[in-house]
């Protein structure tokens, strides 16, 4: 049988007044509801590299099952990519209905685990009020930061608003550097390991004590007592797949080799200076970024010792072909090189520069060579 366009939007109109009188009252759950952390697998995405994570709250008896998702943002933002690289960029929760959520995770054939939260009834309640309020009020709107603010911090900070205390902290992994827990996100994704590497400055050398991904959050839910006993019951499986990893002939390691290893074999003058171009541009990019965007993580970047802006007045002076210059300048850069090989001994991306570090030494050692002044000897 046909349905018509009024059938269809009369329809449409009575639920969107279903679920408006829905929010506008106050709505008691039963004592049949289970809420949740959800912890999602890792994709081969960029945006999915490190998994995600919301919170569920489901209650048969009032046919509620519903996802808090704080990870959206809106890709119709005006001056979006600006925004977002300076750091201000507003992302938002949004409410799914479970099975839209698990179904978009079957979809992308990625793991979804379940931790139920074992709390009162009176906790349930103000956790599901805390995100309703959360949702209407815009409480749930705020500025994303790679480290402080994400989607697993807010369901932190919503956690532990509810519970009245700072109950769920870090407690694995805190020896370790952010720089340390970020690299293993990045296998079989090489130059998104090396994009983040070089682009990423001292505060992610500092000891990881704060949740900021959603593995590290179930990782401390296992083990965080509340009110004398274990926070979270037992880690379930909703969804399992074996982690696929992706093939790339040109994502690896050995291409970034090839490539270094014929500028560095073919030595011609002007794959040099192409070389040291790039080298500069990036180490201009760094100091802007640095200065330019509210993200903490790219600023204080040591990096450029490495991506030295210095590189752009050393190409000037080969053009101009001022070999006393010349030489001062490929000196000041070695000794920048050096730093940064001492600041980068105990870094975890020391094995991943290290040939662009190696590389950049070779021309400039040869730049030094041609050009350092000949002492006459007179007999």
């Not at 009834?121 to 409480?139: A, R, V």
């Not at 994502?251 to 171009?277: G, R």
């Not at 965007?293 to 990096?303: D, I, T």
Request: net charge positive; hydrophobic share 45%.
């Amino acid at each position: 049988m046909k349905t018509s366009f009024l059938q269809i939007a009369s329809l449409y109109i009575f639920l969107i007044c279903s679920i408006s009188n829905l929010s506008a009252q106050k709505l008691t759950l039963s004592d049949e509801t289970k809420v949740s952390v959800l912890t999602c697998g890792t994709g081969n995405e960029s945006y999915s590299l490190f998994g995600h994570t919301a919170i569920r709250i489901a209650d048969p008896k009032n046919f509620i099952d519903i996802v808090y998702n704080y990870g959206a943002f809106d890709f119709n933002t005006p001056n979006f990519v600006l925004k977002f690289v300076k750091g201000d960029l507003q992302y938002f929760a949004v409410a799914h209905p479970y099975p839209d959520f698990i179904n978009e995770y079957t979809y992308e054939k990625r793991a979804v685990y379940e931790q139920e939260l074992n709390v009162s009834q009176q906790l349930k309640q103000d956790l599901f009020d805390n995100l309703k309020t959360s949702l209407s009020s815009g409480e749930s709107y705020y500025t994303y930061k790679f480290i402080d603010k994400n989607c697993t911090s807010m369901v932190v900070d919503i956690l532990n608003k509810t519970l009245k205390t700072k109950a769920i902290v870090k407690n694995t992994d805190t020896d370790l550097t952010y720089r340390t827990i970020l690299f293993p996100y990045f296998d079989h994704h090489f130059y998104e390991k090396l994009g983040t590497s070089i682009i990423f400055g001292e505060k992610v050398d500092r000891m990881g004590t704060q949740i900021f991904l959603p593995f590290e959050l179930m990782k401390s839910l296992e083990k965080t007592s509340f009110e004398n006993h274990l926070l979270a019951n037992k880690t379930q499986t909703i969804l399992s797949y074996e982690t696929e990893s992706p093939f790339s002939w040109w994502n690896n390691a050995y291409t970034y080799l090839l490539l270094l290893a014929i500028v560095v074999l073919i030595n011609s003058k002007s794959v040099n200076q192409f070389y040291l171009l790039i080298m500069a541009l990036l180490g201009v990019f760094f100091v802007f970024a640095g200065f330019y965007s509210f993200h903490q993580e790219l600023a204080w970047n040591y990096n450029i010792l490495l991506f030295n802006p210095l590189l752009f007045i050393l190409l000037y002076f080969i053009i101009t072909k001022n070999s006393g210059l010349i030489y001062k300048l490929t000196v000041a850069n070695l000794l920048c090189l050096a730093i940064y090989v001492v600041l980068l001994i105990n870094k975890a991306h020391v094995l991943i520069v290290l040939p662009m570090v190696f590389t950049c030494a070779t021309i400039l050692v040869r730049l030094a060579i041609k050009n350092k002044k000949k002492i006459p000897i007179i007999i």
